[in-house]
């Protein structure tokens, strides 16, 4: 299983980012994919969700700027990441729960002026 996360930077508040995950090893098509981030000196917390058939969650506090989506016939999922603010900066990984904890890398995202 392998999980590559692309996307991250540095954007001004307000800002926009599009982070993708790149997923081999696995039937991505038939599980749930997530994303989570992890702030300096903070626990890592889950940002959104996606079902195997598209049906999205968002958490953290997140609703309304973020927008989680799939694309099955690339094995990729992607975090859109709209009004960005500087709470934002995290590393963000992409996760899939393969009856254990599954793993990117992690991109960084800074929110700074």
């Known amino acids: 299983v392998q999980l590559v996360e692309s996307g991250g930077g540095l954007v001004q508040p307000g800002g926009s980012l599009r982070l993708s995950c790149a997923a081999s090893?696995?039937?991505?098509?038939?599980?749930?994919m997530s994303w989570y981030r992890q702030a300096p000196g903070k626990e890592r917390e889950l940002v959104a969700a996606?079902?195997?058939?598209?049906?999205?969650t968002n958490y953290a506090g997140s609703v309304s700027r973020f927008t989680i989506s799939r694309d099955n016939a690339k094995n990729t999922v992607y975090l859109q990441m709209n009004s960005l603010k500087p709470e934002d900066t995290a590393v963000y990984y992409c996760?899939?729960?393969?009856?254990?904890?599954?793993w990117g890398q992690g991109t960084q995202v800074t929110v700074s002026s």
């Open positions: 996760n899939v729960w393969l009856g254990g904890d599954y």
């Open positions: 996606i079902t195997s058939v598209g049906g999205s």
């Open positions: 090893g696995f039937t991505f098509s038939s599980y749930r």
